[in-house]
């Protein structure tokens, strides 16, 4: 229902302050490998909650906290944070719902722009996770996603996972210019993964997540598991601030069953029940793409 990074973030947002919109979390800030240290999330407020930035994966719910409670999107409490969360001299918290065999106890270290959170175990520090907090000027839309190259030849490896992995190479095909990306935490989202996502008809955004089993340079993809897609419609594109509102009663979750279907239909979702709207684009989307395109190539 929810894991270790979910936990974190949830805490992370209600301890944040009104006026923060974005949230950026490097997971393993303290790994001994400085590719892993690399890895962040970016997380932006928006009308669905806090959802999952371009350039990470945008898979599934965001994270909904309303009153101190982490909901689904369905108002369904998954966790209580306020009424379980104590702390001492605002620099160290016990967090101990009653469904938690052993309670989750950390500091917060603050400097500048940046806290550090210090997970304990016994008074000893097990992990450490670093996190930024500001104002978002981003988008939720992950339309080719920024990717830094944390090792070299990663475009590489990720142009020989899309052409071996049979799922991969279709969406390629039947969506060109489709974003990819490894996906390599496995605290909250199970493990590692390619990441594919592609926007359609200036209305949709189609994610695709494959479970993948690297080698031991964690470099080339061994094995691969069942894939999960999710088509998503976007219902509204916020100008003021390029936030985004989804259409959740039009969100559809598939497997490789009915990917396979509509792969052979030449992408046609409409042989497995689902009605794309082709001719009819959300006002600012296209826009939107435009917008993202350009703080793209202005990354490093």
Known sequence: MYGFLDIVLSIVVFLAPQNVTKIQIWPYAADPSERMRELKMTYSKGTNGWCVDYGETNMGPCLIITDGKLMDDHGKVLLNIKDNLKSADGTNYVFKPKEFENPLEFSVRESRDERTIEVREKGKIVRELRVKMGKSNQTGLPFKPVLKEIQPGYDEDLTEATNSIPFAADFVRIF?????????????????????????????????????????????????????????????????????????????????????????????????????????????????????????????
């Open 176 to 300: 060109p210019g489709a974003g990819c990306f490894f996906n390599y935490d496995t605290s909250s989202t199970g493990p590692p993964s390619l990441i594919m996502a592609s926007d359609l008809f200036n209305r949709y955004q189609l994610s695709l997540r494959v479970p993948v089993t690297f080698d031991e340079n964690r470099r080339k993809v061994k094995s691969f598991g069942e894939p999960v897609f999710l088509l998503n419609e976007i219902s509204e594109v916020k100008k003021e601030n390029w936030g985004v509102s989804y259409n959740v009663q039009n969100q559809r979750r598939f497997g490789s069953n009915e990917w396979r279907k509509i792969v052979a239909a030449q992408g046609d979702f409409s042989i497995v029940g689902y009605r794309i709207l082709t001719n009819s684009p959300v006002p600012g989307f296209d826009a939107l793409r435009k917008s993202s395109e350009m703080r793209m190539k202005k990354q490093p």
